[in-house]
């Protein structure tokens, strides 16, 4: 158990947020922008550009828990996360730049490209965001000031929104007034993005040194020495993968962490119906300008940086579980009302966008927190800290979700007939046919009827979450419950 429970010191929360930048510039984008991007600018069909999309997230769930486990292993002057990201840092500004590199090929090289840059894109994503959530389970062991930390990531969360959902439109927009193409403006945003990532996460790393050790420390020295010792006798790959697994089986036991799990699995499924429908909505129901949708994505990413202290002192009185609960809850009760209101402007859709800015406020800001301290729960319950297994095991089902929530909505759009060739009614001119209407109602239950049914799902799930301040001050004073 990690000695850290006193409160940081600003600068390490300073240093420890700026990574959220990263991480959330990486979710953002693709989760926002790569659906759309396949079908409208790289020309991969709905079906299949769903199918590459989900592809990467179950490759995620699988890279993750190996880069968990061997993190959890890691001995280095630097601790057990820091080397994982600063190797990610370079790696993850080319492969964004590939993925959002348009190639003239036939279908067939498309798909494989495209899986391939998915895949590494993943890869990379995984090996920077796995250690850096298991890094703030690390830091500090307080009850609250695991929500601070988190809200100083959070903060910096909503500025890697900012780069990876709000500018591309804006960096596309201004590329192609100068002359750009479509295909040419899209890869400066994977370029642009990628590098302010990769720069981040290196800013992070290289600024938090305070728990960094001389290469001569003793105590460093002697648990090199006992694993190389360990070494000697080998582990057999299929052996390594099968403690993996009985780990993920041990912390499954865990009565919290089965209701947390299937909570966050729950919301994610929401989220990435919402993430990656509503530039569709935008486009093809509403017909709004690339100006226009900016600035939508702008409210979503201020409103967040709003929401963070409100949440923050929340959780301090009436307890995060609660705050977590009743606020996704409450934003998937408003935005199944709203689905049978009349949402055509502008106004409508900032509405519904505030409304779910607070749903991902209370997820982003305060399920890092309560994995924490099921990180905490684990290690009293095994004797071990097995911080990194216990975050890659939720990156994981992050990662489930994500894969079908895309290929969902993937397959959404392939059955009511959306027709990625016909243009928006921005770009069509007199005459020219539109999207069916089968398939503008399918986008308008994915922007809000789907992605609410989910919300209110999460609330009732938490309901059995047992966990809050009490639950552990009583594991804290007995060992174990």
């Known amino acids: 158990m990690t000695d850290n429970t006193n409160k940081l010191s600003f600068k390490t929360k300073l240093s420890y947020g700026i990574g959220g930048i990263c991480d959330n510039t990486l ?43 061997i993190s959890d292993e890691t001995i280095s002057r630097f601790g057990k996360r820091k080397p994982f990201m600063m190797f990610a840092a370079f790696p993850i500004a080319v492969v ?63 500025v890697g929104m900012l780069i990876g959902m709000v500018l591309p439109t804006i960096i596309v927009d201004w590329a192609m007034n100068l002359g ?45 020495a006992l694993k190389e010792a360990s070494k000697k006798h080998g582990i057999h790959p299929l052996i390594k993968f099968a403690s993996i697994l009985k780990e993920y089986l041990q912390i499954l036991k865990l009565r919290p ?37 900016s600035m939508v994505m702008l409210i979503i990413t201020v409103s967040g940086m709003v929401f963070v202290p409100f949440i923050e002192r929340s959780s301090a009185k009436f307890d995060k579980k609660n705050v977590f609960m009743y606020g996704i809850g409450a934003s998937g009760v408003l935005m199944v009302i709203l689905r049978f209101m009349d949402i055509n402007d502008l106004k409508g859709v900032i509405i519904v966008s505030l409304i779910y800015s607070v749903a991902n406020t209370c997820y ?67 005459g020219a046919i539109m999207q069916p209407e089968s398939a503008l109602q399918w986008v308008s239950h994915s922007f809000t009827l789907l992605p609410g049914i989910f919300m209110i799902l999460v609330m009732i799930i938490m309901i059995r979450y047992p966990v809050d301040a009490k639950y552990m001050d009583i594991l804290r004073k007995n060992g174990r419950l």
Not at 276 to 293: A, H, P
Request: hydrophobic content about 45%; glycine content about 8%.
């Open 257 to 293: 962490m089965r209701f947390l799990l299937g909570a966050s699995m729950t919301y994610l499924i929401a989220n990435t119906i919402f993430s990656s429908d509503r530039v569709f909505f935008m486009t093809y129901n509403l017909g709004m300008s690339q100006k226009n949708i």
């Open 180 to 224: 750009r193409s479509e295909q040419q403006s899209w890869q400066m945003v994977g370029i642009f993005c990628g590098v302010s990532a990769g720069a981040a996460l290196l800013i992070s790393t290289l600024t938090l040194r305070k728990y960094d050790r001389p290469k001569d420390d003793p105590e460093l020295i002697r648990m090199r």
């Open 96 to 158: 964004t730049s590939m993925l959002f590199t348009t190639i003239n090929a036939g279908p067939v090289f498309k798909a494989v490209y495209y899986t391939l840059a998915i895949v590494l894109f993943w890869t990379f994503f995984s090996m920077e965001f796995v250690p850096y959530m298991s890094w703030g389970a690390d830091l500090t062991d307080d009850y609250h000031e695991r929500t601070v930390l988190r809200s100083y990531s959070y903060i910096f969360n909503q």
């Open 364 to 430: 982003w800001q305060l399920m890092p927190s309560m994995i924490y301290d099921i990180t905490e729960i684990e290690e009293r319950s095994s004797g071990a800290s097995h911080a990194g297994s216990v975050i890659s095991f939720q990156a994981l089902s992050e990662s489930v979700c994500i894969a079908i929530g895309l290929q969902m909505l993937g397959v959404i759009l392939e059955m009511s007939g959306f027709d990625e060739s016909l243009p928006s009614p921005l770009e069509a001119s007199d």
């Open 27 to 69: 979710y953002t984008l693709s989760g926002t922008y790569l659906l759309l991007y396949l079908t409208t600018v790289a020309g991969v069909a709905p079906t299949i550009a769903g199918t590459i999309s989900a592809v990467g997230s179950v490759w995620e769930a699988l890279i993750g828990p190996v880069i968990g486990s």
